[in-house]
């Protein structure tokens, strides 16, 4: 636990309550700038963080917010920023609202960070008025449920499996269980900011229980997009070829035996509409 300040530009006091406060993030965690979760709980004094941080959302209470670093983009901080800002105002999708932040612990100053909203169940209450206990499933991209169960996402992956979609009558239906619009502006959001941190990973979905709702998927951690994959093969280039000294090249042991190496090719664990063990699809339906 540890008590939480924050100020505007002018110096004035927007918060102050206890908070929980701990790393976030996978990877990450191994750069010498964290990302952090700050989580308001009732034990703590507070269950929301009473206040409209994002000025592009009309919310005024979070349960849970990160303080993002910027993940693998260590050098601009900006990439999953840009992917989801890009957006503001255009499309209909579910995104993370962003705010500059600069982050002082204990006195010390850590950096420049982007104040988020976090992408998980908190995010569905939140921005939809729902309670996670008993009003709708949010599935991970492992197919493991942050909220709710898995049962109608599977009986939904089921019948997308069993069906062809090119017939009107099953697209009908299709388009009564997935927000198509949304998913379409889902995938265009991905692939334009050429994310290759994704499909494979990073993919959330979620659905109400109401009737009428249907399954919609969340906009989340950019960090690999616009060529930030390119920026450190040129940066691994730069300290190889043109920075380190040149040495002759070596065979491996198997080639100078004469033999050749096989490599076998790897299998994904979001093998999608492929999956040969018949597992539903990690993220969307295929026809």
């Known amino acids: 636990m540890c008590i939480r300040d924050s100020y505007n530009t002018s110096g004035a006091r927007l918060i102050a309550q206890d908070i929980g406060f701990e790393i976030h993030g996978n990877c990450t965690r191994n750069l010498k700038q964290k990302s952090f979760e700050l989580k308001s709980r009732k034990v703590y004094g507070d269950n929301d963080f009473s206040y409209a941080f994002f000025s592009d959302k009309p919310l005024n209470a979070y349960r849970r917010l990160l303080l993002r670093a910027g993940g693998q983009d260590t050098k ?59 009003d709708f499933d949010t599935i991970d991209d492992d197919l493991t449920p942050m909220a709710g169960t898995i049962t109608r996402w599977n009986e939904f992956y089921n019948y997308i499996a069993s069906h062809n979609a090119a017939d009107p009558a099953v697209y009908a239906y299709i388009q009564t269980q997935m927000d198509v619009n949304e998913f379409i502006n889902y995938q265009i959001a991905e692939i334009y900011a050429a994310n290759t941190d994704w499909p494979h990973g990073n993919i959330r979905y979620w659905r109400a229980y109401a009737p009428g709702s249907r399954w919609r998927w969340m906009l989340f951690d950019m960090d690999y997009s616009f060529s930030l994959k390119d920026v450190y093969k040129r940066q691994r280039r730069c300290r190889t070829s043109c920075c380190a000294p040149r040495r002759p090249a070596r065979q491996s042991r198997s080639r100078r035996q004469g033999h050749s190496q096989r490599r076998w090719p790897s299998r994904s664990r979001h093998a999608g509409a492929t999956d040969h063990s018949g597992d539903p699809v990690r993220g969307w339906p295929s026809s």
């Open 76 to 134: 601009s901080l900006l990439r999953d920023i840009l992917g989801q800002q890009l957006l503001v105002d255009r499309m209909d999708i579910d995104r993370q609202a962003y705010r500059p932040a600069l982050v002082y612990i204990n006195g010390q100053f850590w950096g420049v960070y982007g104040l988020r909203e976090k992408m998980d169940e908190a995010f569905v209450e939140n921005n939809y008025g729902l309670d996670e206990e008993t």
